[in-house]
């Protein structure tokens, strides 16, 4: 548990440090997202071209449910949605699927609710998926919780599933992509946070 919580705390060190090199901490907010009791002033992240498809070609496309097809892109996703806030680490891998780690903050602070390993791919319309079907469940919430899958469209949309069949919807709020230094930074602790549910 203390090694878990001194990992919580490196991420969510990392997290502002990063933020105030890049400058983010000073950007003013251009809209008002209100997604369950979280209501945060967020600066919503446009996904690159070529890391999914558009919300209007994704037709029924279920998050997690539809078949792989191509790799999903290495990165770091960070989103808000209903009274939570993920990070997703998809990391690098050889074939169409590739290991990702989910990590979901209740509310906006620091403290980690659940914790999860998932699976990402696109599929064949190019829509980015996290399938978290099934999963292992750390973390204090993980007796009361269904593992979330997520389904990221463009520009900025995130649909969540849970096994439960509950969907929420959400915004994408920051991309890291694997060139950045604080990438593998986010990786390592990621993985350390996992680490006892594989």
Do not use: K
């Not at 998932?118 to 469940?137: C, E, S």
């Not at 599933?161 to 990786?187: F, H, K, S, W």
């Amino acid at each position: 548990m203390m090694r878990m919580l001194a990992c919580v705390l490196a991420m969510a060190t990392l997290a502002v440090s990063y933020a105030e090199e890049d400058g983010d901490l000073e950007d003013p907010p251009i809209a008002d997202v209100r997604l369950g009791e979280v209501a945060a002033a967020v600066l919503p992240a446009v996904l690159p071209a070529g890391f999914s498809a558009p919300a209007e070609v994704a037709g029924a496309s279920q998050p997690g449910r539809d078949a792989p097809v191509s790799p999903a892109r290495e990165a770091v996703y960070v989103f808000v949605w209903e009274n939570y806030h993920s990070v997703v680490v998809v990391g690098p891998g050889e074939g169409v699927v590739r290991p990702a780690i989910v990590i979901t903050y209740q509310g906006m602070g620091d403290m980690v609710a659940v914790a999860y390993r998932a699976m990402a791919f696109r599929d064949t319309r190019g829509a980015l998926h996290i399938d978290a079907r099934n999963a292992l469940l750390i973390g204090p919430q993980s007796r009361h919780w269904s593992p979330d899958s997520f389904l990221f469209l463009s520009p900025s949309i995130v649909t969540t599933l849970d096994d439960a069949n509950r969907a929420q919807r959400g915004v994408l709020t920051r991309i890291v992509e694997p060139g950045r230094p604080e990438y593998q930074d986010m990786l390592r602790t990621a993985e350390a946070i996992v680490a006892g549910s594989s």
